[in-house]
């Protein structure tokens, strides 16, 4: 297994641009969630879903969006990047919603000017 | 909302003292997470408490669950090099969303 992946490891916006962050897991996890993290802010989640066809809002729900239309897959979109978006972005699954081991993937660095 | 505070911020210990970072929440949890970050990396799974005053053990690691359900620590006896990185508690009180701590640093100097 390759357990939760995510592309791309590193991006440069310019303020305005839009992107989609790609996280996968290959563990067949209900739950999937994106958190942010800045340096003395932990992780503050963004957006979660528990399953296909469904998502909700998180800590920090806005400037981005999501959707799950498959188990595998649980792409953030951000829609007219702002500077104060630069940030570490973690996707992380688990079988079931908030009771079992979030797996988290390596991360995105998001530097947007 | 959830608030999950973690105290400390930062601490910097020599190789062979004692550690604790302690977890504290505004409601009553359901369950609570602990995770660890090293440097560069993404946070890793470590333990989860479901039970009040529950207590865990992994090696030099201790985990308790407070008896209200409100607060947790992690403790790690006699700290090595290896133990540097970031400790996270993570609350769920009720919903699907897991409320991360912002987490305390541990520095091991040896």
């Known amino acids: 297994n390759a357990g939760v992946t995510q592309t791309p490891k590193f991006q440069v916006l310019k303020t305005g641009q839009s992107m989609t962050l790609q996280c996968a897991q290959d563990?067949?996890?209900?739950?999937m969630s994106w958190y942010r993290q800045d340096p003395g802010m932990g992780l503050r989640l963004i957006h979660y879903?528990?399953?296909?066809?469904?998502?909700d809002q998180g800590e920090v729900p806005n400037g981005y969006n999501v959707s799950r239309s498959t188990t595998e897959d649980f792409p953030l979109r951000l829609l007219s990047a702002a500077p104060s978006q630069t940030s570490v972005y973690f996707c992380?699954?688990?079988?079931?919603?908030?009771?079992?081991?979030?797996?988290f993937g390596p991360g995105t660095r998001l530097l947007v000017l | 909302g959830q608030q999950v505070m973690q105290i400390p911020q930062y601490q910097h210990v020599q190789e062979g003292e004692d550690f604790t970072t302690y977890c504290n929440s505004s409601?009553?949890?359901?369950?609570i997470q602990w995770y660890k970050q090293r440097p560069g990396g993404h946070p890793v799974f470590l333990i989860q408490?479901?039970?009040?005053?529950e207590v865990k053990k992994q090696k030099r690691l201790t985990f308790q669950f407070g008896e209200a359900k409100k607060n947790s620590s992690l403790h790690i006896t006699a700290t090595q090099t290896t133990d540097v990185g970031t400790y996270f508690c993570?609350?769920?009180?009720?919903?699907?969303?897991?409320?991360f701590g912002k987490g305390t640093s541990l520095l091991v100097t040896p």
């Open positions: 409601t009553t949890l359901s369950n």
């Open positions: 879903s528990v399953g296909a066809g469904i998502t």
């Open positions: 992380a699954s688990s079988i079931l919603a908030g009771q079992e081991t979030q797996y």
């Open positions: 993570a609350g769920r009180a009720s919903g699907y969303a897991l409320n």
């Open positions: 408490l479901v039970k009040s005053g």
């Open positions: 563990m067949n996890h209900e739950y």
